[in-house]
């Protein structure tokens, strides 16, 4: 069993190089994902146990990267809670019924987690029976989830969501609380499935000033840690964009942060406690750059981060769907090839 993901996630991997995985490792650019999508939907393959398992394996064979994540998504949360989802070509997400009225709140259904989630849960069991490498489980944070719920979609300026959390605060709070409630289901139920770590993706964090970020995001993201705090099982706070509240996140004790891009780890390590595992934060855009590019920026990352026993490789968002393979697997051969600079004090 390769265990260097969860060593990383709990601060204790002192003698080996940095774990790697990739978000959205399992996606487009494989022309094997391709082939299946070709013969089914994306709601099939997110429900269908087999095909779950089929495309969680797909990087797993191909890359060599030191943990699984879950083929599913995040929006299967807003499945159970009553919202009609699909998705289509060219536009993503497309939610029939979204949350607009506070009506619509009121009249939200009990999550039905086990009904709308079988195949996730009998996919994560069979997983395990497979996997050498760690099983990473995952939710959508509740602001990123609820965006989707009353946008109906993907939205660039989230105007429906920002209205909804300024004109009716409390109604806001209501839905994120509901929300809450579904993911902390989905995720303990993950868990017992199987999964041995959580990150929690808040991919529109960004869309919030800092008060409000305050106000709605932090409270959600404690109350998901405190309700997973039992199992033990660690979680990864992905917040795009909130490289300026890292500190606030760190309070509250994740496992671990996934930064994005534009950040600077070392900044980030200086701002945080050294309990709290650093992931990240390779520029997925660097994937289109040539080999020699890629592999020279990875070392550096590397470097920069050498000697962090808390540090795991992984790009700053997920791969993009028109990279090339070749520049995938370059990226994973990267770290695992570089040489530690040993009169680099690296902390
Ligand atoms: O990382 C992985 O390989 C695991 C699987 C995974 C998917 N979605 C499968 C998927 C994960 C972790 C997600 C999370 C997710 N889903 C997020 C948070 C992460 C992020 O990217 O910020 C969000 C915002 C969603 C919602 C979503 N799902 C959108 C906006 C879209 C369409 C746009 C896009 O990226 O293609 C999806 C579809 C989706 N989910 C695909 C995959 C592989 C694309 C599938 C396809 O078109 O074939």
């Given at each position: 069993?390769?265990?260097?993901?969860?060593?990383?996630?709990?601060?204790?991997?002192?003698?080996?190089?940095?774990?790697?995985?990739l978000m959205r490792q399992a996606g487009r650019y494989m022309p094997e994902?391709?082939?299946?999508?070709?013969?089914?939907?994306?709601?099939?393959?997110?429900?269908?146990?087999?095909l779950i398992e089929q495309v969680t394996l797909l990087p797993i064979d191909?890359?060599?990267?030191?943990?699984?994540?879950?083929?599913?998504?995040?929006?299967?949360?807003?499945?159970?809670?009553?919202?009609?989802?699909?998705?289509?070509?060219?536009?993503?997400?497309?939610?029939?019924?979204?949350?607009?009225?506070?009506?619509?709140?009121?009249?939200?259904?009990?999550?039905?987690?086990?009904?709308?989630?079988?195949?996730?849960?009998?996919?994560?069991?069979?997983?395990?029976?497979?996997?050498?490498?760690?099983?990473?489980?995952?939710?959508?944070?509740?602001?990123?989830?609820?965006?989707?719920?009353?946008?109906?979609?993907?939205?660039?300026?989230?105007?429906?969501?920002?209205?909804?959390?300024?004109?009716?605060?409390?109604?806001?709070?209501?839905?994120?609380?509901?929300?809450?409630?579904?993911?902390?289901?989905?995720?303990?139920?993950?868990?017992?499935?199987?999964?041995?770590?959580?990150?929690?993706?808040?991919?529109?964090?960004?869309?919030?000033?800092?008060?409000?970020?305050?106000?709605?995001?932090?409270?959600?993201?404690?109350?998901?840690?405190?309700?997973?705090?039992?199992?033990?099982?660690?979680?990864?706070?992905?917040?795009?964009?909130?490289?300026?509240?890292?500190?606030?996140?760190?309070?509250?004790?994740?496992?671990?942060?996934?930064?994005?891009?534009?950040?600077?780890?070392?900044?980030?390590?200086?701002?945080?406690?050294?309990?709290?595992?650093?992931?990240?934060?390779?520029?997925?855009?660097?994937?289109?750059?040539?080999?020699?590019?890629?592999?020279?920026?990875?070392?550096?990352?590397?470097?920069?981060?050498?000697?962090?026993?808390?540090?795991?490789?992984?790009?700053?968002?997920?791969?993009?769907?028109?990279?090339?393979?070749?520049?995938?697997?370059?990226?994973?051969?990267?770290?695992?090839?570089?040489?530690?600079?040993?009169?680099?004090?690296?902390?």
């Amino acid at each position: 069993m390769n265990n260097l993901f969860l060593r990383a996630l709990r601060g204790h991997n002192e003698d080996e190089r940095p774990p790697v995985w990739l978000m959205r490792q399992a996606g487009r650019y494989m022309p094997e994902y391709q082939a299946l999508r070709k013969k089914y939907t994306l709601m099939e393959m997110f429900h269908s146990a087999e095909l779950i398992e089929q495309v969680t394996l797909l990087p797993i064979d191909m890359l060599g990267v030191d943990a699984a994540i879950l083929f599913s998504d995040i929006l299967l949360t807003a499945e159970a809670l009553g919202k009609e989802l699909t998705f289509e070509k060219g536009k993503g997400p497309v939610i029939a019924n979204p949350v607009r009225s506070l009506e619509d709140i009121a009249a939200l259904p009990e999550p039905d987690i086990e009904q709308g989630h079988r195949g996730v849960f009998e996919g994560i069991r069979a997983l395990r029976k497979r996997l050498d490498v760690p099983l990473i489980g995952f939710a959508g944070a509740p602001l990123t989830v609820a965006s989707y719920m009353i946008e109906g979609g993907s939205s660039k300026d989230m105007k429906h969501t920002r209205l909804l959390l300024w004109d009716h605060p409390t109604h806001f709070q209501r839905l994120l609380d509901r929300i809450s409630q579904a993911i902390i289901q989905c995720l303990q139920q993950q868990i017992q499935a199987g999964v041995q770590a959580i990150q929690l993706f808040d991919s529109w964090a960004q869309i919030l000033s800092h008060k409000d970020f305050v106000r709605f995001c932090l409270p959600s993201y404690k109350k998901i840690l405190d309700a997973l705090k039992p199992t033990s099982v660690p979680v990864i706070i992905f917040g795009r964009g909130t490289a300026a509240y890292y500190q606030e996140i760190a309070a509250l004790n994740p496992a671990g942060i996934s930064v994005d891009w534009p950040c600077n780890l070392r900044h980030v390590r200086e701002a945080i406690s050294s309990n709290v595992a650093i992931q990240g934060n390779f520029d997925p855009h660097l994937l289109y750059a040539s080999e020699s590019v890629i592999v020279e920026r990875v070392w550096e990352m590397l470097r920069e981060m050498e000697g962090d026993p808390a540090y795991i490789f992984n790009l700053g968002h997920g791969v993009f769907p028109d990279v090339s393979v070749s520049a995938v697997k370059t990226v994973v051969e990267a770290v695992k090839t570089y040489t530690p600079q040993l009169t680099h004090s690296g902390r």
